[in-house]
């Protein structure tokens, strides 16, 4: 009986270290970013008036090697803000 506590702790140990290995290892790759999304404007100043006839955006949309993302199209909405 005491054989078979002994074996169990020792399991029981290499199963936390286990699971420690792994956390760390999760933690330290941080976030991944699959898809990265650019909007930029055409203005320097980035402040847009009433007279402002047009303004032009620009979009890009990154996909890291390996990910498969099913877009079709891509939509912008603006709001008037007064």
């Known amino acids: 009986m005491v054989s078979c ?3 169990l702790s020792r ?6 270290i286990i699971t420690s290995v ?3 290892l999760l933690i330290s790759m941080g976030p991944v970013n699959a898809v990265n999304v650019t909007i930029s404007v ?3 100043s980035k ?11 620009t979009v890009s949309v990154d996909v890291e090697d390996g990910e498969r993302i099913p877009v079709s199209n891509l939509t912008l909405k603006t709001a008037t803000v007064h």
Not at 11 to 16: C, E, F
């Open 5 to 7: 506590m002994k074996g």
């Open 11 to 16: 399991n029981n140990l290499a199963s936390g």
């Open 22 to 24: 792994i956390l760390i």
């Open 42 to 44: 055409d203005k320097e």
């Open 47 to 57: 402040k847009y008036n009433a007279a402002d006839e047009s303004v032009t955006f």
